[in-house]
């Protein structure tokens, strides 16, 4: 049974021009760390089990690797809930490459910001090479669809963070001590209301923000 905390439920988004969100969603220690220094989060595996799962796969379909699908039981086809499109930087992309993966979100529009891979490996990969601000900010503004799905890594999230709108942050009940930032920004104060919390058996939590501006 999960422990539930309803400080304030997110409202089902409207739709419409200039409101589709970039939301980091993201995973981290206690100490928010998303890796080890190298960014290695396997550490935070043994917790996507039981209740924590099942509310992965039925809320956050889309978030799942497509290889993963059948080893956590998400039908072929399920739509995404939350996000249509994922960003991450190569750094991030590179662990599936390096594992024959090409396309590890294939039920989403996927982008990847790289300067040194020229050429896509898959059709469904867009490279983003130059202004990756402002390629983000067209995406953010184009109608309709579903939300943006900022997937890392930290030098992505720390060159994107004035244009996250949200973070969903599932935080795994370990301390590393030391790893990879959940952002690799300069030190600014930036103000996030809190939205729905989230905490289950495991000792897993998951907190909503919504960027103030
Ligand atoms: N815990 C989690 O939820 C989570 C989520 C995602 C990732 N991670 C971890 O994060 C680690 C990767 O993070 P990272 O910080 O090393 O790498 P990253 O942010 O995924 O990718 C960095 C790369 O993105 C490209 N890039 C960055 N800024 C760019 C810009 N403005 N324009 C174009 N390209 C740009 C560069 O590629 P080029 O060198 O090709 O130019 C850069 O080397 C992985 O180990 C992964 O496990 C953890």
Not at 50 to 59: A, D, K, N
Not at 78 to 102: C, E, K, M, N
Not at 110 to 118: F, G, N, P, Q
Request: charged residues 25%; hydrophobic residues 40%.
């Amino acid at each position: 049974m999960s422990v539930v905390v309803a400080l304030a439920v997110t409202p089902p988004r409207e739709t419409g021009p200039g409101l589709r969100k970039l939301t980091y969603f993201v995973a981290c220690s206690i100490d928010g760390f998303i890796g080890d220094p190298k960014g290695d989060a396997t550490s935070m595996y043994s917790y996507v089990t039981g209740e924590f799962l099942e509310y992965l796969t039925s809320q956050y379909p889309e978030t799942v690797a497509a290889p993963a699908w059948p080893v956590v039981g998400i039908e072929p086809g399920t739509p995404g809930r939350r996000f249509d499109t994922v960003i991450q930087g190569l750094g991030s992309y590179r662990l599936g490459l390096d594992a024959g993966v090409t396309s590890p979100y294939a039920h989403l529009r996927e982008y990847v910001a790289t300067r040194s891979l020229t050429e896509s490996p898959d059709p469904n990969v867009e490279l983003i090479a130059d202004d990756l601000v402002g390629r983000i900010r067209e995406l953010k503004a184009e109608e309709g669809g579903l939300d943006i799905w900022l997937c890392g890594g930290s030098t992505v999230a720390g060159e994107l963070i004035e244009e996250i709108d949200e973070l969903i942050i599932k935080t795994y009940p370990e301390v590393y001590g030391s790893g990879m930032p959940m952002f690799g920004a300069g030190f600014e104060p930036r103000a996030f209301e809190l939205g729905a919390v989230r905490a289950f058996d495991n000792g897993v939590l998951v907190r909503t923000y919504t960027r103030k501006r």
